[in-house]
């Protein structure tokens, strides 16, 4: 296939992808305007729900601008073949070295468009966040993120393409198995230690404190017989007042973690339902199998980029003057798209699938009037759009509109 050619299929697939979301965008900001659910009167007053569909509305036109200056960056980046010229810059200051190369020319990518994204991210924090009551962050908390999280992408991001720029030089044909290997054993270690290591760079995590609500939770925990011993709180709420609750790790490793702002708001009741959802997807086995599912998709992808790289005109499609993984990689990342797509879509018709579960689970252990009420303030006070239109739904929800959850419930 020729460069030409390449480079057409690319251009091709940027401009589809972003009319596609377009559209289910519009078609989502359509559907806010609808009346509530009847299952769902009583959530808001008038003055609320029209508070809750404004915000929607700031966010999907926020979304709208964002996407679409991302789109024509990309597409001008593509058409012009700027990444050659990022290329041709980075050789005058990295060592004749492929991986150094390669290791600089992402590092470079990352840093640009994060950088660019630095204005957009403060207005949707400190304008928009700000502006419906939920930003609690100050600019030297935004900040001091940055730098962690660059950090972190450094150390991490590095060492993983490193062991896979080697691989490739090392074993052109089967690196794919032996990186496979290497990120299956990252994703179980992450999935492991996630709560354990990263979050507390970020946020404080302290053990639930003794009292009625632990007594009750641990009750619960006995008539289930799940073993639990790691309850946190995080300190949510120093940069959000939404709340939320997860379930992290594997064997003995596993905790539950909830918000801050999710015990201030909620009764002990209510927080012990959300917590049965929780333990709902540990017994019906939800998290070993997204994991599962999680390593063959990364074996899925890996296959396919082995068949993608060592082309020649790869690189010259994107402007390089020779052939260099870094430009292959990169290229593949695009035309790999719709397939992430449909795999995505996938996930997603299976989570929701498990949400269902958890929720049918946590009502049949405890109480399901106690998780009907949690849901409903946790929708409330997150101003969640009560009316997604049904196909927007089908193709980004992890989880299941609240009205279809609470109408499951109720004939369960």
Known sequence: MQATTILNIILVIISLDYLFNLILGLLNYNSFDKSIPKNLKGIYDEKEYINSQEYNKSNFRFDLFTSTINFLALFCIFKFCLLGVLDSLLRNYSPEN???????????????NDIMLIPFQLYKIFVIEEKFGFNKMNLKTFIVDKFKSYILVLILGGILLSILLILIMLYPSNFWIYFWIVISLFTVFINMFYTSLIVPLFNKLIPLESGDLSDKINSYAKKVNFPLTNIFVINGSKRSSKANAYFSGLGRAKKIVLFDTLIKNHTDDELVSVLAHEVGHYKKNHVYFNLIISIIISGIMLFILSKFLFNSQVSYALGGSISFRHFEIFAFSIIYTPISTFLGILMNIKSRKNEFEADNYACKTFNKE?????LKKL?????????????YVFINYSHPPLHTRIEAMKNS
């Open 98 to 112: 492929e991986i150094s190369l390669s290791l600089l020319f992402f590092a470079s990518i990352f840093f640009i």
């Open 370 to 374: 106690s998780l009907i009420t949690a």
């Open 379 to 391: 929708s409330k006070d997150n101003l969640i759009n009560l009316t997604p239109h049904p196909f």
